[in-house]
């Protein structure tokens, strides 16, 4: 699974992506062009730790997600649109994250967040429109396929009028059909406001909180500059200096579940002396999915699951106690895996 931190030149892409990977990639202007940094990050689970209590595993494994930071190579400021090359690795990746200037930048511009919401959702309905009217035109001079012309036409119809295509109610097998396109406003999005050290525990600002609420957009408040700092400090002075902040915890765990749940990720998890382990799973599969996720001969050979939620797993304290208290469920190839099921796969060879 791969985000994408995208927004305009310094809105704080880098800075929040080193924030997220405690990595140190250059930020700012001066920072190398048309370079892509990328990052892979745990994802945080209390329950793989609480699960690691009981079994004491050789390891933990945590679900995984990457980060991918397009730097602009054009220079920034020059001009505020999204070239070719930013728009294609914005295809690439699965959802994305625009980052938002927050804060007064250096050049002493006030942030202006819901604007630059507007704008950048703009750019991305344009780039969309502009794929369409392409394939429109080309499909003019055939006289065959009308079912995607149509299609299309509905697609421009909703992008003409300012509009997203996550929000057009689109079949399954419409949705097959346009999935080469790899639309922007297609993709699952979600706001990160970057926003001074001193906003670090403030809301949002009532507009842009309204318009993430209103178009179904996640949105994340993080004080990227501060928290690029915590990154990269131990874990007992980050507490310290958190809480100094007046937050719970450093933003890059809050970051990283949200990302997670708008990649549409679940995780199920396995328990054992090797490893505590969480694997993240499209919400809506199949346990025999889930199978397959492990290996490939467990999906073949499946026989069945046996499923406890991993709650009762902490509290009871292991899997025979589960089973006395009634608190293992046995569940065939269809059940839906919940978020949080720890299953122990029963299969053949
Ligand atoms: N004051 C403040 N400055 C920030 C913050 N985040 C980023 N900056 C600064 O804004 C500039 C641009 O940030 P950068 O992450 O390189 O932006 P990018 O172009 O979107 O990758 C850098 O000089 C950062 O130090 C923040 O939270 N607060
Ligand atoms: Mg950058």
Redesign the pocket.
Same mark, same amino acid.
């Given at each position: 699974m791969k985000i994408g =931190?995208v !927004? %305009?030149? +310094?809105? +704080?892409?880098?800075? @929040? %992506?080193?924030a997220l990977t405690g990595l140190a990639a250059?930020? +700012?202007?001066g #920072?190398a062009r048309g370079k892509t940094n990328l990052g892979v990050v745990k994802v945080p689970d209390v329950r793989v730790d609480a699960l690691a209590k009981i079994f004491k595993p050789k390891k933990n494994v945590y679900a995984e997600i990457t980060f991918c *930071?397009v730097? =602009?190579a054009t220079t920034?400021g020059q001009s505020r649109g999204l070239d070719d090359q930013i728009l294609r690795a914005m295809r690439e990746v699965d959802a994305l994250c625009h980052?938002v200037? !927050? %804060? #007064?930048?250096?050049a002493g511009e006030t942030a202006r967040p819901l604007r630059e919401a507007h704008d950048f959702e703009a750019e991305m309905n344009l780039s969309d429109l502009i794929l369409v009217e392409n394939r429109l035109e080309r499909l003019k001079k055939e006289k065959a396929k009308p079912a995607e012309k149509e299609l299309l036409g509905k697609l421009k119809a909703h992008l003409d009028a300012g509009q997203p295509l996550r929000s057009l109610d689109l079949g399954a097998t419409d949705l097959v059909a346009i999935a080469g396109y790899r639309f922007l406003t297609l993709k699952p999005l979600m706001l990160i406001l *970057? @926003?001074? &050290?001193a906003d670090a525990a403030a809301p949002p600002p009532a507009d842009l909180a309204e318009h993430a609420r209103t178009n179904g957009l996640g949105l994340v408040v =993080? #004080? !990227? #500059?501060? &928290?690029?700092d915590i990154a990269q400090m131990a874990p007992e002075d980050q507490k310290e200096f958190v809480a100094s902040l007046g937050l719970d915890e450093p933003a890059a765990g809050r970051f990283i579940r949200a990302a997670y749940a708008l990649c549409d990720l679940i995780s199920f998890l396995t328990v054992g002396e090797d490893e505590c382990r969480a694997w993240p799973l499209r919400k809506g599969s199949s346990a025999h999915k889930a199978a397959g996720k492990i290996h490939s001969d467990i999906e073949r050979g499946f026989i069945r699951a046996e499923v406890m939620r991993w709650e009762d797993l902490v509290r009871l304290g292991s899997e025979a106690k589960c089973r006395e208290a009634g608190r293992l469920r046995l569940e065939g190839k269809d059940y839906v895996v919940a978020d949080g099921d720890v299953i122990n796969f029963r299969f053949n060879v």
């Open positions: =931190l !927004g %305009f030149p +310094g809105s +704080g892409k880098t800075t @929040v %992506f080193n250059e930020t +700012g202007y #920072a *930071d730097a =602009l920034p980052v200037r !927050g %804060f #007064a930048s250096s *970057d @926003v001074a &050290e =993080l #004080a !990227g #500059a501060v &928290e690029m």
